[in-house]
């Protein structure tokens, strides 16, 4: 099984950036990957997504502040995040966009500030 390991949150003031990693344990050659946040209280949702040519796609609340990438050479999918909200508040994973998904890793806690 692939193995996620996410880094790069922290605490953060309202229109700050921050860039977090996602390393896999194995290839993500082949694979749509995708980062996902969970706000304490809410379900997981759906952030931002990037296919094996590197076509992304993004959840309409972070279009224009939010690039997804990846490096498959270091099975590393990344996500920038500028002019971030207090409503970006979450625990941010990455994980495949295949069903069934990989195990999910930690995730990294994303705090912004008011």
């Known amino acids: 099984q692939v193995q996620l390991v996410e880094s790069g949150g922290g605490l953060v003031q309202a229109g700050g950036s921050l860039r977090l990693s996602c390393a896999a344990s194995?290839?993500?050659?082949?694979?749509?990957m995708g980062w996902y946040r969970q706000a304490p209280g809410k379900q997981r949702e759906w952030v931002a997504a990037?296919?094996?040519?590197?076509?992304?796609n993004y959840v309409d609340s972070v279009k224009g502040r939010f690039t997804i990438s990846r490096d498959n050479a270091k099975n590393t999918v990344y996500l920038q995040m500028n002019s971030l909200k207090p409503e970006d508040t979450a625990v941010y994973y990455c994980?495949?966009?295949?069903?069934?998904?990989?195990?999910w890793g930690q995730g990294t806690q994303v705090t912004v500030s008011s």
């Open positions: 990037i296919t094996s040519g590197g076509s992304a």
């Open positions: 994980n495949r966009r295949s069903i069934p998904p990989w195990p």
């Open positions: 194995g290839s993500i050659f082949s694979a749509t």
